[in-house]
T-cell receptor, first 115, second 111 residues
Framework: SAVISQKPSRDICQRGTSLTIQCQVD?????MFWYRQQPGQSLTLIAT?????????ESGFVIDKFPISRPNLTFSTLTVSNMSPEDSSIYLC????????????FGPGTRLTVL | DQQVKQNSPSLSVQEGRISILNCDYT??????FLWYKKYPAEGPTFLISISSIKDKNEDGRFTVFLNKSAKHLSLHIVPSQPGDSAVYFC??????????FGTGTRLQVFP
């Protein structure tokens, strides 16, 4: 397994602003992912964070709204841009140790509230 | 289009009895299935998984059953303990592809 930390753990933001969420892993991992869990909903994959290249976004998510950085094999950031109340969610990063996307290990999440 | 479904949003079970959580999927290309447990204010924790080449996988009190013909899997917890009270998510993948999660089932184990 891996120990994953996220900052901040929670935040309350104003409409139209941006928030950058950090994800730090205690070991080098090949694959890192960003998910969103809206209230009462399932976890939805936003994108796969690729080291050294642009992230791979899922349908319905775009780079302008959710820019992602992955400068090395232990760290990634997700920015939620130009926020609206609909962006209020829990944002989680995850990593895959064994390769492939299965058996992912999750960080504690960042609870975002947009007013 | 919900490819992974957990039709029971909640389940209440007495301590010591068996908890059975169910999950259905629609994509026949899924070949790896996982269960995660999530406590409030924490990220999901991996619990147990099963490959499509098996129909059962057991780990201590937790057993996952897979019925490919019915596109159905279930998680059995026996005996259930109060510490098992959490939200349980099933997830499916095509091994090298992304995880698709169900909507979760909230399990409450009461004394």
């Amino acid at each position: 397994s891996a120990v994953i930390s996220q900052k901040p753990s929670r935040d309350i933001c104003q409409r139209g602003t941006s928030l950058t969420i950090q994800c730090q892993v205690d070991s080098q991992v090949t694959m890192m992912f960003w998910y969103r869990q809206q209230p009462g909903q399932s976890l939805t994959l936003i994108a796969t964070a690729n080291q050294g290249s642009e992230a791979t976004y899922e349908s319905g998510f775009v780079i302008d709204k959710f820019p992602i950085s992955r400068p090395n094999l232990t760290f990634s950031t997700l920015t939620v841009s130009n926020m609206s109340p609909e962006d209020s969610s829990i944002y989680l990063c995850s990593v895959s140790i064994a390769g492939g996307a299965a058996e992912q290990f999750f960080g504690p999440g960042t609870r975002l509230t947009v007013l | 289009d919900q490819q992974v479904k957990q039709n029971s949003p909640s389940l209440s079970v007495q301590e010591g009895r068996i908890s059975i959580l169910n999950c259905d999927y629609t994509n026949s290309m899924f070949d790896y299935f996982l269960w995660y447990k999530k406590y409030p204010a924490e990220g999901p924790t991996f619990l147990i998984s099963i490959s499509s080449i098996k129909d059962k996988n057991e780990d201590g009190r937790f057993t996952v059953f897979l019925n490919k013909s019915a596109k159905h899997l279930s998680l059995h917890i026996v005996p259930s303990q109060p510490g098992d009270s959490a939200v349980y998510f099933c997830a499916a993948s095509e091994v090298t592809d992304k995880l698709i999660f169900g909507t979760g089932t909230r399990l409450q184990v009461f004394p």
